[in-house]
T-cell receptor
Framework: GPKVLQIPSHQIIDMGQMVTLNCDPV?????FYWYKQILGQQMEFLVN????????KSKLFKDQFSVERPDGSYFTLKIQPTALEDSAVYFC?????????????FGEGSRLIVV | QQQVRQSPQSLTVWEGETAILNCSYE??????FPWYQQFPGEGPALLIS?????DKKEDGRFTIFFNKREKKLSLHITDSQPGDSATYFC????????????FGAGTRLAVCP
């Protein structure tokens, strides 16, 4: 089936540094999402993105977070600066449309460890 | 405060048995409930979903039972197979909310041959 690719799969980074998580969504999809999962907890919505703009973000989407998809390339999540509590698995997802019943396709996740 | 709760955390059944995974939610505006299946090292994949206007949705061996009044739903996996061993996430959302899903913490299912 359709695949969402995430790069890197794992990254260890020093607190305070910048990290960029990359997502290659399904080719014809128009809506993009990031979800965060702390070990042992549920996945939580961070942000959704359409037509170059953030449509909605949660309170977890701190000021240090930003997303973009320049020129149809990777959809990226940037954290600058990183904090210890940013350690989590970040899942990217994409969908063709935004209404319910429209399947979200998730990537395998990027595991971020901030030390 | 967890908006979507799942139980049990983990479940072990024998091959051929029916596995029952439970889910409850708090927000009565939620009207769409997908279940996702996740294998180790992979991302979650949509398994089956139900809208609040229905009380049952069936797809092969997988059936969702939905009780709107009690804000509960369950996923039944009949004739469980070892290949069904995975983590199952119940999620909920309000239609039109830009696919802003609220997930439960998951039930880890093990099916023993």
């Amino acid at each position: 089936g359709p695949k969402v690719l995430q790069i890197p799969s794992h990254q260890i980074i020093d607190m305070g540094q910048m990290v960029t998580l990359n997502c290659d969504p399904v080719s014809n999809h128009l809506y993009f999402y990031w979800y965060k999962q702390i070990l042992g907890q549920q996945m939580e919505f961070l942000v959704n993105f359409y037509n170059g703009k953030v449509m909605e973000k949660s309170k977890l989407f701190k000021d240090q977070f930003s997303v973009e998809r320049p020129d149809g390339s990777y959809f990226t999540l940037k954290i600058q600066p990183t904090a210890l509590e940013d350690s989590a698995v970040y899942f990217c997802a994409s969908s063709l449309r935004q209404n319910s019943g429209n399947t979200l396709y998730f990537g395998e996740g990027s595991r971020l460890i901030v030390v | 405060q967890q908006q979507v709760r799942q139980s049990p955390q983990s479940l072990t059944v024998w091959e051929g048995e029916t596995a029952i995974l439970n889910c409850s939610y708090e927000d009565s505006t939620f009207n769409y409930f997908p279940w996702y299946q996740q294998f180790p090292g992979e991302g979650p994949a949509l398994l089956i979903s139900i809208r609040s206007v229905s009380d049952k949705k069936e797809d092969g061996r997988f059936t969702i039972f939905f009780n709107k009044r009690e804000k509960k739903l369950s996923l039944h996996i009949t004739d469980s197979q070892p290949g069904d061993s995975a983590t199952y996430f119940c999620a909920a959302m309000l239609s039109g909310s830009f696919n802003k899903l609220t997930f439960g913490a998951g039930t880890r299912l093990a099916v023993c041959p």
